[in-house]
């Protein structure tokens, strides 16, 4: 349970509604059990009937029909606030609590997202947290229920008969000793089952996500294969742990069934010394059936909560990350754009591959710097580090002479006009792509002259909407040369000072590659620009070359 203390601070927030809910169920049960008195008050009119052979008045027994059903309506009516108020709490803590992680995501830095994968992060956020509500939702309101129901029954058990009741409530503690030994072991295999879910879902997400390629390939048949034998090992881990969960309701039923037994048995005893009523067998049945749901119950509840225990460590393994990259909030003043590397050192965390040392550069502001270089030289991460993608190992990174990390985080990131060697586009608008990068609304002749300065104008115009034309998941149907130049796009719009465009050319011909520089020229006037690219005709219009 250490790792549910962490719903605590929901609890709290919502204490008024399982407080108001607590106490429905107290009522609820209460005129639930209640009718026992009924029952028993009817019964013993009965017998009495018998014995002396007396004329029936129904009349009697229209009271006692009577009480059942307002006895019953009423507990009916406190069940549905009770479900009103504890349930309706569980769907407030799910949405804060997929709000608080999808937040807490958006801290997190991209080394966090090379090691862990999209299909894992979506269930954490999804079904674990659905496991989760299970908890805070319907074990809750059965474990409140139990506890109450426990306890009345055996106030109204005790007032009757001791010995009786002490026979009813004995096979308990065995069934709490079977939860106890089982508990732990549902817990493991709840464990293995989320993990191998995370699979399937990983696996599942990179399939769908690279269906071009494995069509391209003739490579469907693998994929078929592999997610079959995913699920095949999920099905065998669910089965593992659904056997141990199936051992929890014969085991209910055989208590239950045991202490029917003993109350008949022990009842008619008493009954022939007078120590009770007959009718007090009967309520004593009606009773042990009271508790014969709260006590069923108690297998699944504990399935639950063992299940929600192993989703919220989970969680917390994400909620606990942090971020490698601080944002002070230092510095909000506008940046020039003079930028210095002073013996930069930088290795990354998990393949352990240093990618600088002792690197130094200085770029003016307003100037034109080219960057070459073979492949894993390190020049996608140059300008990862200048956007704090990624903070240097060693050594500094100097804007306007100013440390790197002292800047607001997402004053830099404004103040940069970063084109990423992968593009990626959303599944929206053209126009809403093109205007993505900051939450500023632009008019229709500045996105113009952005599609136009990218050199896309013309396609963008070719389609039926136009800027209105809906792309597909990741820009599936453009070109890679246009979901490029949409990027470039992106990327100008907000007139940044610094421009940084990673290898943005190398899916356009070089016609377009002319007319795109050309454009970017007047753009890049007074502004500091970094080319990453391969080419060298890419290069020509940058004021100093250098080669990693």
């Known amino acids: 349970m250490k790792s549910l203390q962490t719903i605590n601070a929901y609890f709290i927030k919502y204490k008024w509604r399982l407080l108001l809910g607590a106490f429905f169920v107290v009522l609820s049960t209460f005129f639930s059990i209640y009718q026992g008195v009924v029952v028993r008050d009817a019964t013993n009119e009965i017998i009495r009937l018998i014995i002396s052979q007396s004329k029936v008045d129904s009349s009697k027994f229209i009271v006692f029909g009577s009480k059942l059903l307002v006895l019953t309506l009423t507990s009916g009516f406190f069940l549905f606030l009770m479900r009103q108020t504890i349930i309706v709490m569980s769907r407030h803590i799910e ?66 008969n001791w010995q009786l009741t002490f026979l009813v409530f004995a096979p308990l503690p065995l069934l709490s000793f079977v939860i106890y030994k089982v508990s732990d072991l549902i817990n493991k295999r709840s464990t293995i089952v989320q993990q191998e879910l995370s699979k399937l879902t990983s696996h599942t997400q990179e399939t769908f996500s690279a269906i071009r390629v494995i069509k391209a390939y003739a490579r469907e ?26 051992f929890f309701q014969p085991v209910m039923v055989l208590m239950i069934g045991l202490s029917v037994i003993g109350t008949v048995w022990l009842g008619g005893y008493l009954v022939i010394y007078k120590t009770i009523e007959p009718g007090n067998i009967t ?22 909560i063992q299940r929600a225990s192993a989703s919220q460590t989970r969680i917390n393994e994400f909620l606990n990350a942090k971020s ?51 492949i894993g030289s390190g020049k996608s ?115 940044p000072q610094i421009l940084i465009f990673d290898d943005c050319l190398s899916a356009v011909d070089v016609e377009t590659e002319e007319l795109i520089l050309n454009n970017l020229k007047t753009i890049m006037k007074n502004k500091t620009t970094i080319i990453i690219s391969h080419r060298d005709s890419a290069l020509r219009y940058a004021d100093k070359v250098i080669e990693l």
């Not at 989760?132 to 939702?137: D, E, S």
């Not at 965390?349 to 002792?358: A, H, P, R, T, Y």
Request: aromatic fraction near 12%.
């Open 95 to 160: 949405f804060d609590q997929k709000n608080e992680l999808y937040a807490h995501y958006q801290t997190l830095d991209a080394s966090f997202y090379k090691n862990n994968s999209t299909g894992d992060l979506m269930n954490r956020i999804s079904e674990d947290v659905g496991k989760v509500r299970m908890y805070t939702g319907p074990a809750i309101m059965y474990l409140i229920n139990t506890f109450a129901t426990v306890i009345i029954v055996m106030v109204f058990m005790l007032k009757i």
């Open 221 to 246: 048949k693998h994929y078929t294969d592999e997610l079959e034998k995913l699920s095949h090992d999920f099905k065998k881990r669910n089965l593992k742990l659904a056997i141990v969960e199936a």
């Open 283 to 304: 309520e004593f049945i009606l009773y042990v059936y009271k508790l014969t749901w709260p006590f069923a119950s108690l297998g699944w509840v504990t399935s639950l």
């Open 324 to 374: 490698n990259i601080i944002n002070t909030s230092a510095l909000t003043q506008k940046i020039e754009g003079d930028i210095e590397f002073k013996n930069v050192s930088f290795t990354y965390s998990d393949s352990k591959i240093e990618v600088f040392k002792n690197f130094n550069l200085k770029i003016e502001k307003g100037k034109t710097l080219g960057i070459k270089g073979q």
């Open 381 to 495: 991460t140059l300008a990862n580090l200048l956007t704090r993608l990624y903070d240097t190992t060693f050594g500094e990174i100097l804007i306007d002479h100013e440390l790197i990390k002292n800047y607001d985080l997402f004053e830099l990131r404004r103040s940069i006009g970063y084109v990423p060697q992968e593009v990626f586009l959303f599944s929206d608008t053209i126009r809403n792509n093109i205007t993505f990068s900051t939450q500023y609304s632009y008019s229709e002749e500045e996105i113009i002259k952005a599609s136009k300065d990218a050199g896309v104008y013309d396609n963008i115009m070719s389609f039926p909407d136009g800027f209105d034309t809906i792309i597909g998941e990741r820009g599936v149907t453009l070109s890679g040369g246009q979901k490029q130049r949409i990027s470039i796009a992106r990327a100008i719009i907000s007139q």
